[in-house]
């Protein structure tokens, strides 16, 4: 079972490029998520997807658009990369049985850096 | 708006008992969540309160107060691998969670 599975795993791009980065889950779960973290910080979400079907923007949408394929994918594109997009990227998942509590399932994490 | 408010960095030693406190300003919410990462991994969910009061997991639990806009996160018998980042955050509508900026902690021999 290899829960929630992000590529890629580092990245370098430069200023104006653009990029997705792939996530999916294997859990069946509804709702799938994209956070980033910069140093020092929590995570502050990007956009989010309540269930297939559907998408909506978090706090810090500004720069990226996501589309979410199927119930197991949830990809996150950079259009034209900005080195205020260098940080951690992390997909989460939330398994319908956890609702009431939050609990997210999270993968690896996507490190970025733009230069 | 939502805040969270958490010490950036708490340290104690091997074997003790610390407190990490969590302190928010929102206008509604359904609970308060506690989270781990440890450098460069991601982060994996401890413990949440729906209600007031005291959870208790193993050697973590975790308080919520409402009336008092304040939660903790309390770890016993610390172990050296318990040093890592933890994050309170609150749950929203939609599932959404709102994090704190995170407390270090570093634990001692």
């Known amino acids: 079972n290899a829960g929630v599975t992000q590529t890629p795993k580092f990245q370098v791009l430069k200023t104006g490029q653009s990029m997705t980065l792939q996530c999916a889950q294997d859990m069946n779960h509804n709702s799938m998520y994209w956070y980033r973290q910069d140093p020092g910080m929590g995570l502050r979400l990007i956009y989010y997807?309540?269930?297939?079907?559907?998408?909506d923007k978090g706090e810090v949408p500004n720069g990226y658009n996501v589309s979410r394929l199927n119930k197991r994918e949830f990809s996150l594109r950079l259009e034209s990369a900005a080195p205020s997009q260098t940080s951690v990227y992390f997909c989460?998942?939330?398994?319908?049985?956890?609702?009431?509590?939050?609990?997210?399932?999270f993968g690896e994490g996507s490190r970025l850096t733009v230069l | 708006g939502q805040s969270l408010e958490q010490p950036s960095e708490v340290t104690a030693v091997e074997g003790a008992i610390v407190q990490i406190n969590c302190t928010y300003q929102t206008s509604g919410f359904y609970g308060l969540s506690w989270y781990q990462q440890h450098d460069g991994g991601a982060p994996t969910f401890l413990s949440y309160?729906?209600l007031d009061g005291l959870e208790e997991t193993g050697r973590f639990s975790s308080f919520l107060s409402r009336s008092d806009s304040y939660g903790y996160l309390l770890l016993q018998e610390l172990q050296m691998k318990d040093s890592a980042s933890y994050f309170c955050?609150?749950?929203?509508?939609?599932?959404?969670?709102?994090w704190g900026a995170g407390t270090k902690l570093i634990i001692k021999p």
């Open positions: 997807s309540a269930s297939e079907g559907t998408t």
């Open positions: 989460a998942s939330l398994p319908r049985g956890t609702e009431n509590t939050g609990e997210l399932f």
């Open positions: 309160n729906a």
């Open positions: 955050a609150l749950r929203g509508s939609n599932y959404q969670l709102i």
